[in-house]
C-alpha cells in the first residue's frame, strides 16, 4: 500500500519561496512517476510538474516553468517541489501523487495517478 505525505505548505508574500515536501511509504518507487497538482478555490486540478523516478527526468506545466522545480531524496523516498517567486495565482492546495504505470506521454494526466497526498495549502499574498 503506497503511501504520500504532503508537507511544507502556507503563507507566503509575492515573490516570495516555498519548497513542499511529499514523503512515499509503502513500496519500491524505483519504477514510479511522481507528480505535484494543485487545486486552486473553484478550478479544477492542474498538473504543475513531474518527475520519472527511474531516470530523474522533469515535466513541468508552462505556467510555472523557471520558476518551479521537482527533485527527490533517494534515501529518505521524498520528492520535493521548490517553488520561487511565487505569484497570488500560485494560491491552491498542492497534492503529490504517484503510479508505476506513467509514460512521457501521460505524466501530465490527472487520471493516470492512483495515489495522492492529502494536500497542503499554499497562499500567496501581501
Known amino acids: 500500500q503506497v503511501q504520500l505525505v504532503d508537507s511544507g505548505g502556507g503563507l507566503v508574500q509575492p515573490g516570495g519561496s516555498l519548497r513542499l515536501s511529499c514523503a512515499a511509504s509503502?513500496?519500491?518507487?524505483?519504477?514510479?512517476?511522481m507528480g505535484w497538482f494543485r487545486q486552486a478555490p473553484g478550478k479544477e486540478r492542474e498538473f504543475v510538474a513531474a518527475m520519472s523516478w527511474s531516470d530523474s527526468s522533469t515535466y513541468y506545466a508552462d505556467s510555472v516553468k523557471g520558476r518551479f522545480t521537482i527533485s527527490r531524496d533517494n534515501a529518505k523516498i521524498t520528492v520535493y517541489l521548490q517553488m520561487n517567486s511565487l505569484k497570488p495565482e500560485d494560491t491552491a492546495v498542492y497534492y503529490c501523487?504517484?503510479?508505476?504505470?506513467?509514460?512521457?506521454?501521460?505524466?501530465?494526466?490527472?487520471?493516470?495517478?492512483?495515489?495522492w497526498g492529502q494536500g497542503t495549502q499554499v497562499t500567496v499574498s501581501s
Open positions: 509503502g513500496r519500491t518507487f524505483r519504477n514510479y512517476a
Open positions: 501523487a504517484a503510479d508505476s504505470r506513467i509514460t512521457i506521454g501521460t505524466m501530465r494526466g490527472l487520471l493516470e495517478y492512483s495515489y
